[in-house]
């Protein structure tokens, strides 16, 4: 490794096209670790942001995706791209998804959890008239369901029916998911998994 380092490098003038062949084969390589990193409904999630060692394509994938990660005892992070059936997560279908957590399910961290959608190839958040980008433990007047789970609701308009404090406000395009909890429960990093995405047709 260290040879052909020098080989391309040595004279200051780097080989570029080599150069270039080889970052983006490495950028392929942090996209595949990161997509194939789901679990079982589709959430990516590490356990080891911010203490990833000698794991470079791990530590590569947490920078590229999770820029700023915490250690494990300070928040969880997990992300999604898919559905609980696998399709990508797409604004264009007007009922837009729910997320709903069963009682078991909904986080007690010692701090804040929090579920936000941002744009599929940039991370922004996604604008919207109400500039409101999260539906978290402390949104005023969150609205608990009889049996005592929680939905949030992922739609482009409000659904008929749906609290405005359940609504999690998205675009018509592509976006992805980030469920967030700071101060989490003893443990909770090794054996919480969120609820799938579902379509709401």
């Not at 260290?2 to 080599?18: I, M, P, W």
């Not at 986080?107 to 008239?129: C, D, K, M, Q």
């Not at 789970?149 to 308009?157: C, E, F, N, R, W």
Request: aromatic share 12%; glycine share 10%.
């Amino acid at each position: 490794m260290s040879e052909r380092f020098d080989t391309l490098f040595r004279s200051g003038n780097a080989d570029t096209a080599v150069f270039s062949a080889a970052a983006r084969r490495a950028f392929a390589a942090i996209v595949n670790e990161y997509m194939t990193h789901a679990g079982p409904t589709n959430w990516t999630h590490y356990t080891n942001y911010g203490w990833l060692g000698g794991q470079v394509l791990a530590r590569a994938t947490a920078d590229e995706f999770g820029q700023g990660g915490n250690l494990a005892e300070t928040a969880i992070y997990y992300n999604a791209f898919k559905d609980i059936s696998g399709q990508p997560l797409d604004g264009s279908n007007p009922s837009g998804y729910v997320l709903t957590f069963k009682p078991e399910q909904i986080p007690h961290p010692t701090r804040f959890w929090s579920v936000s959608a941002y744009t599929r190839e940039t991370e922004a958040v996604i604008r919207n008239p109400l500039r409101k980008y999260s539906v978290a433990n402390c949104t005023p007047s969150l609205q608990m369901n009889p049996d005592g789970s929680l939905s949030i609701y992922v739609a482009p308009q409000q659904p008929e029916g749906v609290p405005a404090a359940n609504w999690l406000p998205i675009g018509a395009g592509g976006f992805t998911l980030w469920q967030r909890i700071y101060g989490p429960e003893a443990g909770a990093n090794e054996t919480y998994v969120p609820p799938g995405i579902a379509r709401s047709d």
